[in-house]
């Protein structure tokens, strides 16, 4: 089986979200995402995440349930190349 050194060129990124509980009104999450890109769209928010060497993205769901998407094709394809098995 390949070390995790064999996939040391590929990018390792870590990200975060918020999630709402399953059936949350949709105004309920519109309002909750305005809110939250406006708060990392602050200047005081900005600087602290800079200081722990974060970047805020903010967004959309849609463009969250992209990035899922993505990261899951990704990392599927990584642990199945490697022949990665749980034991």
Do not use: C
């Amino acid at each position: 089986m390949p070390s995790a050194r064999s996939y040391h060129s590929r990018a390792l990124d870590t990200w975060n979200a918020i999630s709402a509980p399953p059936k949350t009104p949709a105004p309920v999450i519109a309002k909750l995402n305005r809110t939250i890109n406006e708060i990392l769209n602050e200047p005081d928010t900005k600087a602290r995440f800079r200081e722990l060497n974060l970047m805020a993205a903010g967004g959309s769901p849609q463009d969250m349930a992209k990035l899922k998407k993505e990261e899951t094709e990704r990392w599927t394809k990584v642990i199945r190349d490697a022949g990665i098995q749980a034991e």
